[in-house]
């Protein structure tokens, strides 16, 4: 099965865009080419599309998701690294859901100082944000 990038796209629902950067950051070998010199796609490379785009979904950094993909093409290796990989990106999620939260309380304390509809010179909104006493 040989394919070109606009199906591979397509079949991964993912955008042509997003192929060629994963192409550029050497995460997805580099694909045949056609007479025409169209890049042709393998189902090798389908799956290690969606591989990629399963690590992303799942937040992970490029570098991690290189990781992933070594030990991924390392059968036989023992994968205590890909559990401690993956302990860390648990960690920082909850990390990101703590600052997350912090980010929320500061927002509503913010929405708090505007409770109607006055003229902009008048809306606390706007001037918490210019003297910085939103925090």
């Given at each position: 099965?040989?394919?070109?990038?606009?199906?591979?796209?397509?079949?991964?629902?993912?955008?042509?865009?997003?192929?060629?950067?994963?192409?550029?950051?050497?995460?997805?070998?580099?694909?045949?080419?056609?007479?025409?010199?169209?890049?042709?796609?393998?189902?090798?490379?389908?799956?290690?599309?969606?591989?990629?785009?399963?690590?992303?979904?799942?937040?992970?950094?490029?570098?991690?998701?290189?990781?992933?993909?070594?030990?991924?093409?390392?059968?036989?290796?023992?994968?205590?690294?890909?559990?401690?990989?993956?302990?860390?990106?648990?960690?920082?999620?909850?990390?990101?859901?703590?600052?997350?939260?912090?980010?929320?309380?500061?927002?509503?304390?913010?929405?708090?100082?505007?409770?109607?509809?006055?003229?902009t010179t008048s809306c606390g909104i706007l001037n918490a944000l210019a003297d910085n006493s939103?925090?």
């Amino acid at each position: 099965m040989l394919i070109k990038i606009g199906e591979l796209a397509e079949r991964t629902e993912t955008t042509v865009e997003t192929i060629r950067y994963y192409e550029k950051e050497r995460l997805l070998p580099e694909p045949a080419r056609s007479s025409g010199n169209y890049r042709l796609y393998n189902e090798e490379h389908m799956e290690r599309l969606q591989f990629i785009l399963h690590c992303r979904m799942l937040d992970m950094a490029l570098d991690k998701v290189r990781l992933l993909l070594d030990f991924w093409e390392s059968p036989s290796e023992d994968c205590g690294d890909v559990n401690t990989l993956l302990d860390e990106q648990i960690h920082a999620v909850e990390i990101r859901m703590k600052e997350l939260t912090h980010l929320k309380q500061h927002l509503t304390v913010l929405r708090h100082k505007c409770t109607s509809s006055v003229p902009t010179t008048s809306c606390g909104i706007l001037n918490a944000l210019a003297d910085n006493s939103c925090h």
